[in-house]
């Protein structure tokens, strides 16, 4: 029988193969690149949950240890960020995780503020 792979290549799993065939979740709108995954308080033990895929157990896992970017989070998993977005809406779904996003830029202070914040506290 003809290897399609050589040996080192590992097993081979399709990006759609799991997400089920979806590419959207219903969360998803919100899950840009730096949007920041956090671990809910009550997802002590994902492994239990057999609806849940190994990829989403390692989400989980990773987000315990410290909030992650979905970027963070496809390049620790080495998956495509698309997949990596459909599996979190899963776990905003199930209410494992929650997604903050950080702070638009057009709320943030003006730079000249802060200059003139660090002068004054200089200036004492």
């Known amino acids: 029988m003809p ?18 065939g979806r590419t959207t979740s219903a969360g998803q709108h919100r899950l840009d690149l730096i949007a920041v995954v956090v671990t809910e308080q009550h997802a ?6 057999h609806t849940l895929s190994p990829e989403h157990v390692d989400i989980v896992g990773l987000c315990r240890d410290a ?40 709320e943030l202070p003006d730079e000249s503020i802060l200059r003139d914040v660090i002068s004054g506290l200089r200036a004492l």
């Open 3 to 20: 290897h399609w792979f050589d040996d080192e290549a590992g097993p081979v799993v399709r990006p759609y193969a799991m997400t089920r």
């Open 67 to 106: 909030p992650q970017s979905v970027a963070e989070l496809a390049a620790e998993l080495d998956l495509p960020v698309g997949v990596v977005r459909v599996l979190i809406g899963d776990l905003v779904a199930e209410e494992l995780v929650h997604v903050t996003r950080p702070v638009p830029p057009a």
């Open 44 to 49: 002590d033990d994902p492994e239990s949950d």
